[in-house]
């Protein structure tokens, strides 16, 4: 887990920051498939990212966001935070409840299953608090193949995760314009966008590739061509270039 979180920090601001902690998640978990999706107040979910076309699941996907997810047992009752396995719940929807949608099959975790979805998976997932709502990031495999535990380890990257989320919904709602300054290779300038939007060295390592002290040599070159000897030197720079 400590590597899918170094991958989810380094992705933080850039577009593909809901695949790679999805997918982060789930290869640290041993799991193959996964969905985030965001629970907002008074708005309809929204979905940030899946891989169920790979097992021809999109269109359970899509009845999932936009009506079943409120058979979720793990939301239903008033949504916690914190990890679960969708085995340890089962519920008998009323005939009225998106009938239309769901399939009656007991051989399944919760009872049942939406219309389109894969049958037979076996679900452990994350509820947290990230950005402006709820983040159910969930990760599926099919049953069976061997036994489901690390839901502590699961659950002990709550807090990061969130913080994490936060950041990203931070870094994206304001991303810095690049310096334009002519002394500054293509490289030197990534890093100082990046600089500029938060990202600590090892973020940035990760984000292009690089090495850490390799990072930090790119640094040291950026602030001695721009005459500035620290980090809020660059910024008050970025803005009077503003």
């Known amino acids: 887990m400590p590597q899918a979180l170094s ?7 850039a577009p593909e920051f809901p ?24 708005t309809a979910p929204a979905l940030l990212f899946d891989d169920f076309d790979a097992v021809g699941g999109r269109e359970g996907v899509r009845n999932y966001v936009a009506a079943t997810h409120r ?30 949608l769901i399939v009656r099959a007991p051989e399944e975790e919760l009872g049942f299953r939406t219309v389109g979805w894969p049958p037979g998976l076996e679900e452990v997932g994350l509820l947290f608090r990230g950005g402006d709502g709820l983040v159910e990031l969930a990760c599926y495999r099919p049953r069976g193949r061997r036994p489901t535990g690390r839901l502590g380890e699961l659950d002990a ?21 690049p310096l ?8 030197e300038r990534e890093v100082a966008e990046l600089l500029l939007v938060g ?6 390592a990760l984000r292009l590739g690089i090495g850490r002290y390799t990072v930090k040599d790119h640094r040291k070159r950026i602030f001695r061509k721009l005459g500035v000897g620290s980090l809020a030197e660059l ?7 503003a």
């Open 180 to 187: 334009a300054h002519p002394s500054l290779t293509t490289r």
């Open 71 to 100: 058979l979720n047992p793990m939301l239903a009752a008033g949504p916690r935070e914190g990890a679960f396995r969708a085995g340890d719940f089962a519920i008998r929807p009323e005939p009225a409840e998106d009938g239309a």
């Open 7 to 13: 991958q989810i920090i380094g992705a933080m601001g």
């Open 19 to 42: 695949a790679v902690a999805a997918r982060a998640v789930a290869q640290a978990m041993d799991f193959e498939l996964a969905t985030i999706v965001v629970h907002r107040p008074g």
């Open 157 to 177: 990257v709550r807090e990061p995760m969130a913080a994490a989320f936060r950041r990203h919904a931070e870094l994206s709602a304001a991303p810095a314009r």
């Open 199 to 204: 990202c600590g060295s090892e973020a940035i």
């Open 235 to 241: 910024f008050a720079l970025h803005r009077r270039a």
